[in-house]
């Protein structure tokens, strides 16, 4: 297994320096995200979002600086699906998000990343929950096609939307897609955090589904994300299921850093998680 971050970036810092920091610290790799230009995101280089607006050309300048420093975009990641989500029953705002994921498969592209992170949708009082499943099917069936031509996978991620809520569900959802390019992203943190269940469970369900893994630790008495081991994840079932699956994959830090010591934060981070594949 590979261990990334996510890019925390901070304005007014170098992204280069930013990525080489975390060369250093001991990453195989980075996972971005992408905004849109009105959420303050003026530049790349200030921000070290990809604006959707200028996908191309952002992913063109962040792949420079991530292949001088020697590391690996393996998965680009998307808030924008919570703003569109591909289960509203407003067909202009599922178009949105279709037109999104198109942009993002092309920046993912030409950024080497072989995996985008997916929002498969949100259930409120206003979206029933088998609109919300025909619905979100029908948006990912709009980019199934150009998903598998790029060779780019749709990481489908589970998230605290009150959507796909067991893993086997979850499993049935993508199957139903039918497509080599539809995978889980399965974020550890979150099926805690959301109620759903024990990671280890979620894991061996889904097997050969899971394409990418978040790291995250959840603190049963604090009710939240925290620190690598801080929480109550039994991290050595979580690993002992991944290598029953024989995930070779992503591990990916989904945690903010400290607001000082970034160099010790990331350090550490590293360290640890290069004991968790150890586990």
Not at 6 to 18: K, N, P, Q, T, V
Not at 23 to 50: C, H, I, Q
Not at 52 to 61: G, K, N, P, S, Y
Not at 132 to 159: C, F, H, K, M, P
Request: charged share 25%; glycine share 8%; net charge negative.
């Amino acid at each position: 297994m590979k261990i990334a971050t996510d890019l925390w970036h901070r304005r007014g810092y170098d992204i280069a320096g930013e990525l080489r920091l975390i060369k250093d610290a001991g990453f195989d790799g980075v996972e971005f995200t992408f905004s849109e230009a009105n959420e303050n995101a003026p530049m790349v280089s200030d921000r070290g979002y990809l604006r959707i607006e200028h996908a191309v050309d952002d992913a063109r300048l962040l792949h420079k600086a991530v292949v001088d420093v020697g590391l690996e975009v393996h998965s680009v990641r998307s808030g924008l699906l919570w703003r569109y989500p591909l289960t509203s029953p407003d067909p202009g705002i599922r178009g949105r998000a279709v037109e999104i994921i198109m942009r993002e498969l092309e920046a993912c592209s030409i950024l080497g990343a072989t995996a985008l992170l997916i929002v498969p949708g949100v259930v409120n009082e206003n979206i029933p929950y088998d609109e919300a499943y025909r619905l979100s099917q029908e948006s990912l069936r709009r980019v199934v096609g150009r998903a598998e031509d790029l060779g780019v996978t749709l990481a489908i991620e589970n998230v605290c939307s009150n959507f796909l809520l067991s893993p086997l569900e979850f499993a049935r959802f993508i199957d139903e897609l039918g497509s080599p390019v539809v995978g889980a992203y399965l974020d550890i943190g979150n099926v805690m955090d959301c109620r759903l269940g024990y990671p280890q469970h979620w894991v061996r369900v889904l097997g050969s589904r899971v394409k990418r893994v978040h790291i995250k630790d959840y603190s049963v008495s604090l009710r939240g994300i925290v620190d690598l081991f801080n929480g109550d994840v039994d991290w050595r079932a979580v690993m002992r299921e991944l290598r029953g699956i024989n995930y070779n994959g992503y591990l990916t830090a989904e945690l903010h850093p400290f607001n000082m010591a970034y160099e010790l934060y990331f350090r550490q981070l590293a360290e640890k998680m290069r004991m968790l594949i150890n586990l």
